[in-house]
């Protein structure tokens, strides 16, 4: 007969046996949970949506109310444009191809700092309306804008985008065209351009370590990694 947990010499009988089992299975699905919540949420409740909305709210409000709001918001906006950004740290290499992920979460929060905008601009509260809410919950795609430098105003013309992502190769649903270039005034190349693509959700792994690869016309890539994994 297979002997009782012991704790301190003695066995763990009934209810504490069955308890500790149960605070050991709770632990585990907690730090399961923490590592998931880090990926890129697909699906998100309603309540989910109004948090994100208030976690994009709160800090814009603590900004304009304080003594130097000009400055404030630009290092509000400065942290956020890092928050979904994957490939270079525009801060270490201000011409290294990246990108945005305009995630559901990225889109609610954006919404939320336009909340705390039009409230203090309006004097009362604004607040986006459910229906609303509810079609970025309901969003089918991710928008990821890419940011590139080229040598000529026209160097991102026909380029394309897609995700690899082990052996499998993700193609967006669309993209738009690239902007001309625009003068880039640090080091580098002397252009740098933008454009957008929209990839399903359904499409890829939202949590998995991602190779975005970009092809240009001549046949040239460039590429570079992106955790998914760290974005919400």
Known sequence: MRSAPMAGGRPIEGRAALGALVMAWSVAAWMGSAEMAYAIDVKLTMEEAKKALEAGRAPMEKAAESSKPDEEIK???????????????PEKDPCGASAILRTKRYRLEAFGRQEATESKKQKKEVRMPDGFIQKVVDMPNMEVEIQLCGDDEYFADGVKVAFQQGS?????????????GRKNEGQGPAYRSRFTARFAYDGFDPSAKTKVVIFFPDGKTEEFEADFSKVK
């Open 168 to 180: 499998k190769t993700i193609h967006p649903i669309d993209m738009g065209p690239a902007e001309r």
């Open 75 to 89: 290092k509000l906006m400065k942290q956020v444009s890092l928050t979904t950004r994957v490939g270079a740290d």
